[in-house]
Structure formats: C-alpha cells, structure tokens
C-alpha cells in the first residue's frame, strides 16, 4: 500500500478538491476517500481577481498562495482525521495549486499555492508545479490529465473519449492501437457560471433548468464560434484568459438576450466545442463525462444530441465505468504525485505536444519539526 493525497482546484474556483488515493501492487488504483474543501465566496472572488491583470497583484498572488495552503491543510486533516490516519501514514501530497494564468506560447503557467508552507502544515512531503517541465520541453503544460485516463478509463478494443468538463473541456482520446492524445476544447462551465452569477445570482445553472428553458440563437452561437481557437489543431490548451466576459461581449446579438436564452447559448457552445473536438480524431466511440457538467442534465443531453448526430456510440457519466466523476482529477495529480516520487517518466508527447517524456513535478520535503 501507498497513499498519497491529490489536491485539485480548477479553473471553477469552487473548492479544493482532496482525494486519498491508494497505489497498490500489480498497478491497481483506487480511491479511498475524498472530499470537497470549498472556498469561501472571498476566496473565490480572490482568485478571480488574480486571473486578469490588476493592482498590487503581486502581493495578492503571494497572500492567495498562503490561503491555498492553509485550505489544503484543513481539508488534509479532516481527511485524515475521518480516516484515522496520520501524516506518517501518507507517502506524499501531490498538489495542483490554483491556475490564475496559463500562457504556453510564452512559456509559461501559473499555478498559486505556498507548498513550502503546505508541507510545514501538514507534516507531508509536498510535490508540485507539474506543468512547468512539460512547457520547458515545448509542451503545451496542458492538459495533464488524459495520460492518467489512459490508465485507468482505455478500453482494449472500443474507442473511448474522456471528457473533463470543469470551467475548461478537455477531452482525453483513448483509440486502441494509438498513443493517447488530448486537448483543451474550450469552455465548460465557465461562461455558464459567469452569466448564472451576473443574471441569475446564484453560482451556476447546476442541473441547466434555466438553459433547458430558453432558446439557443443561432446568429449568437455562430458569433462565438467565430474565435480561431476552435479551428487550430491540437496540441492546443486555454483557459480564462481567453473565455471570459469580454469573449462572451463579443457577441452583440448574445447581449440582447434574456438571461435564459444567454444560458442555452453558451450551454450549447460548450456542446457543440466537445463533440467537434472529438469529431477530429474519426472513430466512433463512447463518450464519458467527468468533472462538475457531468452533474448538469441538460449539458448532457446536448452532448448527447450533437454526438448521436456523429455517430457515437454512447454519451454517459464516467461513473457507469466504474470511475468517481468528481475526484477524478485530484485522483490525477496523485497519480502525477506517485510517478514524481518514483521518477517514472510520463510521456506527454502526442497530448501536450512535448519533446520527449519527461519526469514532471518538484519537491518540498516536510519539515523534520513538523
């Protein structure tokens, strides 16, 4: 047994994430138990402040890092408490930190979070800043995740495509007989949570109730469509910078629209981005969702619609595999946690477009004193 603790708070800015993750002999995975740290709305509106340039950044970037660490440490200790487990019992933290830029073509990502300080805590090695040696050797940094769908979602003989939908879609391509590849899509759940907030004041049309009422525009869903970033071929990876407010001003006719007309648009251009997405690679497969638009129903059965009109053979949450939709990703930062502490090489060539694999991640050794 080895049991390392995964930390993952995404482009949704919701909560912290925090999986408990068991690497057993002959290679088998398993989650034992996880829960949800969540920010409080001064958080929350701290690391959207963070995401676009501003005032005295620096010295918010520094403080926001200290916060994260502090959340992870409470959201550690309970889980351990709960599990009656002590830090000793654990091989080591592997921990995402709070993406607030990601600028590959300049070579660079930020991710937030104090994990000297998270080690200090918590009394648990630290490993971290998993995206930097990937864009060193070229990469994109992003996404992370398809390599670890590949080992634990990989059908040996039906296609199979994994799509995350967080504040970002990614999709991860499992074709038999190929290496695995992936690439960001485009929104998920963030130009939906952007207008349910504005308009709605509340944090997402969650089940898509409001979406599912309205009518989609077309003039305004082909005004979105219009951004170059959906044209270029993978390896390809986003983020707020691109699809934020201002992207969603772009459309004049969209800013004519009530609210749940505004909530199906966007809803149906994260559909149609995933399904066009996956439509590039040809084969027919299955569909899983994870991450939190698996939860919204009508999403789903967008999805499901654009995807049936392709040709695949099923859309479904990844739960019916036999995978936790939701900590699925903190699952994979332990994963990338486990392979750092054992210097095992990742290849990440044909999904983040990287040189050669590559050991990814850096350390922060707990304290003796802690």
């Known amino acids: ?47 959207n ?15 926001f890092g200290c916060r994260y660490a502090q959340a992870a440490a409470e959201g550690i200790r309970e889980l351990l408490i709960r599990q009656k487990l002590t830090p000793e019992d654990i091989t080591a933290i592997a921990s995402h930190g709070q993406t607030v830029r990601h ?33 060193a050797l070229g990469g994109q940094g992003a996404p992370l995740v398809p390599a670890f769908h590949q080992e634990i979602c990989a059908s040996p003989d039906t296609p199979r495509y994994i799509v995350n939908i967080g ?7 499992l074709i038999p007989g190929r290496n695995v590849s992936g690439f960001d899509t485009g929104p998920g759940n963030t130009m939906i949570d952007l207008l349910a907030r504005k308009y709605l004041n509340q944090p997402s049309d969650f089940s ?31 983020g707020r910078e691109l699809f934020n407010g201002d992207y969603l001003n772009r459309s004049s006719i969209l800013q004519n629209l009530c609210p749940d007309d505004m909530l199906a648009t966007v ?8 399904v066009q997405g996956i439509d590039l690679f040809g084969e027919k497969g299955e569909i899983y969702v994870c991450g939190g638009g698996c939860h919204n129903s009508h999403l789903m059965e967008r999805i499901a619609f654009h995807a049936g009109r392709s040709g695949h053979l099923k859309v479904a949450g990844i739960r019916e595999i036999g995978v936790d939709p939701d900590y699925l990703e903190a699952m994979a930062f332990a994963w990338l946690g486990y392979k750092f502490i054992n210097r095992e090489k990742i290849d ?15 350390l922060y050794p707990a304290p003796k004193s802690s």
Not at 5 to 32: E, N, P
Not at 49 to 63: Q, V
Not at 225 to 233: G, H, Q, R, T
């Open 167 to 173: 504040g970002i879609s990614n999709v991860s391509v």
């Open 1 to 47: 047994m080895a049991l390392y603790i995964g930390l993952m708070s995404g482009t949704s800015a919701d909560a912290i994430d925090v999986a408990l993750v068991d690497f057993q002999k002959g290679g088998r995975i398993r989650l034992v138990a996880a829960l949800e740290k969540k920010w409080s709305e001064e958080d929350r509106k701290a690391i």
């Open 267 to 274: 809803t149906e251009l994260t559909a149609v981005t995933i």
């Open 103 to 135: 600028e590959p073509e300049n070579g660079f990502s930020v991710q937030l979070g104090n994990h000297a300080l998270l080690a200090a805590l918590t009394g648990i090695d630290v490993t971290c800043d998993f995206r930097s040696m990937d864009l």
């Open 208 to 238: 898509g109730e409001h979406a599912s009422s309205g009518t989609v525009s077309a003039e305004a869903l082909e005004e979105l469509l219009d951004e170059p970033y959906f044209k270029a071929e993978p390896p390809k990876s986003t």
């Open 348 to 362: 990440m060539t044909g999904i983040t477009g990287s040189s050669e694999p590559e050991i990814m991640g850096a």
């Open 49 to 63: 402040a963070l995401c676009t340039p501003g005032e005295n950044e620096i010295h918010r970037a520094g403080m």
